[in-house]
T-cell receptor, first 113, second 113 residues
Framework: DAGITQSPRHKVTETGTPVTLRCHQT?????MYWYRQDPGHGLRLIHY???????DKGEVSDGYSVSRSKTEDFLLTLESATSSQTSVYFC????????????FGQGTRLTVV | KQEVTQIPAALSVPEGENLVLNCSFT??????LQWFRQDPGKGLTSLLL?????REQTSGRLNASLDKSSGRSTLYIAASQPGDSATYLC????????????FGGGTRLMVKP
């Protein structure tokens, strides 16, 4: 298994509360990504990072922010959780852009009630 | 915008059959195509990565082909086993979409003993 740890693995939170999901890697890969997986929509990119403090938006970034202060950690924050953000969130890493193999974490199941 | 389609959405076969899963994409300007396996409630496991300059990749009983000009890839599974039961996802990395992987909706495979 690629050295990717997501925490927490499961979380239930109330609408309007802030939530932070953590992705930790031990591979020293430059690129890190956050995807969400929903029935009928598949996996979609939320944000990605191409280095410490370097991040960019993906396809479905509204309502989410990210931070990367160390190579090994990539945080995803829902500033004010909504029911539409109930999903399974996956972190992924790759050593470089375009052409490099991507490796995924085990996922975080988030339920917003 | 890149779109990825996987056919069929679900497939049930008896053990021992050889089978083919299909993946098509709309924009041939890709860096690579990657096949993943996902077990229920689990993360994505990378199976095969095909670079845009390659025609096929093999790993054990799995063989993936790529026809970039026609926007198609196939995953061939030889002598299927019940342990192959899972959802199979294909994803493309496009050079007009930065580092984003665009995923198909997956094929849910069941191999019956």
């Amino acid at each position: 298994d690629a050295g990717i740890t997501q925490s927490p693995r499961h979380k239930v939170t109330e609408t309007g509360t802030p939530v932070t999901l953590r992705c930790h890697q031990t591979e020293n890969h430059r690129y890190m990504y956050w995807y969400r997986q929903d029935p009928g929509h598949g996996l979609r990119l939320i944000h990605y990072s191409y280095g410490v403090k370097d991040t960019d938006k993906g396809e479905v970034s509204d309502g989410y922010s990210v931070s990367r202060s160390k190579t090994e950690d990539f945080l995803l924050t829902l500033e004010s959780a909504t029911s539409s953000q109930t999903s399974v969130y996956f972190c992924a890493i790759s050593v470089s852009q375009g052409g490099a193999e991507a490796f995924f974490g085990q996922g975080t199941r988030l339920t917003v009630v | 915008k890149q779109e990825v389609t996987q056919i069929p959405a679900a497939l049930s076969v008896p053990e021992g059959e050889n089978l083919v899963l299909n993946c098509s994409f709309t924009d041939s300007a890709i860096y690579n195509l990657q096949w993943f396996r996902q077990d229920p409630g689990k993360g994505l496991t990378s199976l095969l990565l095909i670079q845009s300059s390659q025609r096929e990749q093999t790993s054990g009983r799995l063989n993936a082909s790529l026809d970039k000009s026609s926007g198609r890839s196939t995953l061939y599974i030889a002598a299927s086993q019940p342990g192959d039961s899972a959802t199979y996802l294909c994803a493309v990395s496009s050079d007009n979409a930065g580092n984003m992987l665009t995923f198909g909706g997956g094929t849910r495979l069941m191999v019956k003993p």
